[in-house]
C-alpha cells in the first residue's frame, strides 16, 4: 500500500469515525450495559476495519461494515463473560454448594448416615465419604482421585439423591 492510498483510507475512516461512532456507542452500550466495556468494542470495531483496509481489503458499504463488526464483537463478548466468569470464581475458590445437602447432613444422625451410605453402589460410596465425613472440598477430591470436578460434583449429588430416597424408605 501506497502513502497516498493510506491516506484516502484513513480519510475515509476518520469520516466513519465522526459520522457512525455515537450511534455504535450507543447500539453497543445497549447489548452490553457497560459504558466502558462497549467503548472499547467500538474502538475495536475501527481497529478492525483499519486492519482489514490495510490488508486490501474493499468495504462498499461502511455503516452495514462497521455495524456488522461490532455486533460480532458483542457475541463475542457475551461468549467470553459466560465462560469466564464461572472460571474466574472458580479460581478464587468458590464452590457451589448445595445448601439443601448441607442442611440435610445436618439433620441426620452420623451413624445413620455412614450405615446409608455403605448401602450406596461403590462409585457413590467413596464420594460420598470424602465429601460429607472427611468433608473435602471437590478440588482436594479431584487431586487424590484424578477425576475431574465436575465429574464428582455430579456423583455427589447422584449419590445425595439416592441417600435421600433410602432415608425416606425408612
Not at 483496509?53 to 455486533?71: D, P, S
Request: glycine share 4%.
Amino acid at each position: 500500500m501506497n502513502k497516498k492510498e493510506e491516506e484516502r483510507q484513513q480519510a475515509i475512516l476518520t469520516v466513519a469515525h465522526r459520522d457512525y461512532e455515537k450511534g455504535l456507542n450507543a447500539r453497543a452500550f445497549f447489548k452490553i450495559s457497560n459504558r466502558e466495556i462497549s467503548e472499547d468494542l467500538v474502538q475495536d470495531t475501527f481497529i478492525k476495519t483499519w486492519t482489514y483496509l490495510v490488508k486490501g481489503g474493499k468495504i462498499e458499504i461502511m455503516k452495514a461494515f462497521l455495524y456488522h463488526v461490532l455486533n460480532n464483537l458483542i457475541v463475542d463478548q457475551y461468549r467470553k463473560h459466560k465462560t469466564s466468569s464461572l472460571d474466574l470464581l472458580m479460581e478464587k475458590g468458590f464452590e457451589p454448594v448445595d445448601t439443601e445437602a448441607k442442611i440435610f447432613s445436618e439433620i441426620l444422625d452420623g451413624r445413620k448416615a455412614l450405615l446409608l451410605i455403605a448401602r450406596l453402589p461403590k462409585k457413590y460410596q467413596r464420594v460420598m465419604r470424602m465429601r460429607y465425613v472427611q468433608d473435602l472440598t471437590l478440588k482436594e477430591m479431584s487431586m487424590i482421585t484424578g477425576k475431574s470436578k465436575n465429574t464428582l460434583a455430579v456423583q455427589a449429588f447422584r449419590g445425595l439423591e439416592l441417600l435421600k430416597a433410602l432415608h425416606n424408605t425408612e
